[in-house]
């Protein structure tokens, strides 16, 4: 019989407790090409002058600086634009399961989940 290998930390909206009803804790973006393969859960900042999602950078000085929401579905953004779903308001989120650039510290990741929640996602 085959093994099957599945990606179980990369199911769409994997990182949710729970958000508001239908769709008022989600919105469409477009994540920037460039941003690489991020799977469910990464941390997004927006680029200010385009408007357009990339990984939280908190070396950013160009609005990545700051964490606006959470990657819902993985996609491959390494050489095009894609358009996804991502966590903007009124959500709980299992915070163990967010995923954060490599080299980004604990404090870093404490300042995002601060601006985080100051949209109204609450780490647990």
Same mark, same amino acid.
């Given at each position: &019989?085959?093994?099957?290998?599945?990606?179980?930390?990369?199911?769409? $909206?994997?990182?949710?407790?729970?958000?508001?009803?239908?769709?008022?804790?989600?919105?469409?973006?477009?994540?920037?090409?460039?941003?690489? #393969?991020?799977?469910?859960?990464? #941390? !997004?900042? &927006?680029?200010?002058?385009?408007?357009?999602?990339?990984?939280?950078?908190?070396?950013? #000085?160009? $609005?990545?600086?700051? %964490?606006?929401?959470?990657?819902?579905?993985?996609?491959?953004?390494?050489?095009?634009? #894609?358009?996804?779903?991502?966590?903007?308001?009124?959500?709980?989120?299992? %915070?163990? &399961? !967010?995923?954060? %650039?490599? $080299?980004?510290?604990?404090?870093?990741?404490?300042?995002? &989940?601060?601006?985080?929640?100051?949209? $109204?996602?609450?780490?647990?």
């Amino acid at each position: &019989m085959p093994t099957l290998n599945e990606d179980i930390h990369n199911r769409p $909206g994997q990182y949710l407790v729970s958000e508001a009803s239908g769709m008022r804790s989600r919105e469409q973006g477009i994540i920037a090409s460039g941003s690489g #393969v991020l799977k469910a859960g990464a #941390v !997004l900042g &927006m680029v200010t002058a385009s408007s357009k999602l990339v990984p939280y950078d908190p070396a950013g #000085v160009d $609005g990545s600086e700051t %964490a606006v929401g959470i990657l819902f579905e993985g996609c491959d953004a390494t050489s095009a634009d #894609v358009r996804r779903t991502y966590t903007v308001r009124d959500a709980e989120v299992h %915070a163990e &399961m !967010l995923t954060f %650039a490599d $080299g980004t510290t604990d404090n870093e990741k404490s300042t995002a &989940m601060t601006a985080l929640a100051a949209r $109204g996602i609450i780490g647990r």
